[in-house]
Every structure is written in C-alpha cells, then in structure tokens.
C-alpha cells in the first residue's frame, strides 16, 4: 500500500524557475492538500481539493497553483520561484467519509530550495 | 480564528519513564478534532493519535494517551514506556468538524511543536 507519495524528494531551483511538485495517492481518498513547513514551525495549508475538478485556496495560496483533473493526483505548481518558497513541502489526502475518515495522511515530504 | 499553542519547546525524559507533553487550543466551535502528529528527523508526518471533541472518553493507542479537557481546552500527550524511537517532534494540530458548505477549509492549524529528547 503506497499511501501518499510526493515526487521529488529533493530539488534546488533558480529564481524564476517554474517547476511541479507531483502528489499521488492509492487511497481513492476525495480530500487532497499541499501543505509547507518553514523552520520552526508547524505545517501551513496551500491549497486543497475536495474532489476532481474542484480546488480551493488555503491560508498561503500565493506564487502557487494546483490541479486536480483526477481523484488520484493533485499536482502543485510553482509559478516563478522566489527564495521565500525554500521549505519542506507535504501533500496529505483522506477520506471523505465522518467515520474514521477524519485522519489525514502525509507524504514524505519535498525538500525545496530556491537559490 | 482558530489557533493551537504548544508551549514547551524542548522536553526530555528517561527511556522506559513516562512524559507528558502540553497543547492548548483555542476555539469558538463545539466539534471539531484534534491530533498529535510525530515527526522524526526524516521530517515524515506521522499520526501518533486523534480525538474527537464530541468524545468525552480520552483515546488511547498503545503507550499513547491523551488528556482531553474540553471546557479548559487542553489537549496534553502522555508517552508511556518512553523508548529511543519516540524520539522526534511532536505536534498537535486542530481540524474543523464544520461543513465545507458553512466555510470549512479543512485545513489542519498546527502549534509550532515540541521536540523530545529520550535518553538511555
């Protein structure tokens, strides 16, 4: 059982450059999210998706974008890198359902750096 | 707005000693659900264990196990047996129990963490 897996683990861009972070899950869950963790802190809400098709702004949506054209993958983009993007990325998925749904789960992570 | 404290930065214990490890949160709604999240240094998140508000009984996983005080809105860890392994940042983190439909974002509010230390 693969979970959630995040592709790559690590990348160093260039300012400027434009790049995509790729999320899949196995878990035919409906909510997908990309979260970033700077340095001594918790982890902070992108953007999330509720379902193909639909997506939706978190608490720092700006200088990224996301997709969600099926329920598997929810890849997210950066549009031109900036420095202030260097953090630890994580995509996390779960199920719909308000039984024992309400976990989320996480990938490994994507370590960034902008340069 | 909904925010998490966890105000110990650094706790330590002694292998097979127990540890207790403080989150308060704060909140205007009455469901909702709370986590504590494990993060060893390969940075993998890492769901340690979960609670709903509506709950009154305090959930257990193994050594783990929580102090959920609703009305004082404390929600403190309790490592029993530590062992090397538990070793990592823990953070707790607070989701919404509100419709998507009634302006749920669901997003995760995370505290900034506690790192713990277990000594041999």
């Known amino acids: 059982n693969a979970g959630v897996t995040q592709t790559p683990k690590f990348q160093v861009l260039k300012t400027g450059q434009s790049m995509t972070l790729q999320c899949a899950q196995d878990m035919n869950h409906e909510y997908m999210s990309w979260y970033r963790q700077d340095p001594g802190m918790g982890l902070r809400l992108i953007h999330y998706?509720?379902?193909?098709?639909?997506?939706d702004q978190g608490e720092v949506p700006n200088g990224y974008n996301v997709s969600r054209s099926t329920t598997e993958d929810f890849p997210l983009r950066l549009l031109s890198a900036a420095p202030s993007q260097t953090s630890v990325y994580f995509c996390?998925?779960?199920?719909?359902?308000?039984?024992?749904?309400?976990?989320?789960?996480f990938g490994e992570g994507s370590w960034l750096t902008v340069v | 707005a909904q925010t998490v404290t966890q105000s110990q930065p650094e706790m330590s214990v002694q292998e097979a000693e127990t540890v207790t490890l403080s989150c308060t949160y704060d909140?205007?709604?009455?469901?909702?659900?709370l986590f504590w999240y494990k993060q060893p240094p390969s940075r993998q998140m890492i769901l340690v264990i979960r609670q709903e508000a509506y709950k009154q009984q305090n959930a257990t996983e193994n050594r783990f196990s929580v102090n959920f005080q609703k009305a004082a809105k404390s929600f403190s860890l309790k490592i029993s047996d530590s062992q090397l392994g538990d070793a990592a940042m823990y953070f707790c983190a607070y989701r919404s129990a509100k419709r998507r439909a009634l302006g749920n974002t669901d997003k995760l509010i995370f505290g900034t963490g506690t790192r713990l230390q277990v000594f041999p």
């Open positions: 909140t205007s709604e009455s469901d909702y659900y």
């Open positions: 998706s509720v379902g193909a098709g639909i997506t």
């Open positions: 996390a998925s779960r199920i719909r359902s308000t039984s024992s749904g309400n976990t989320i789960y």
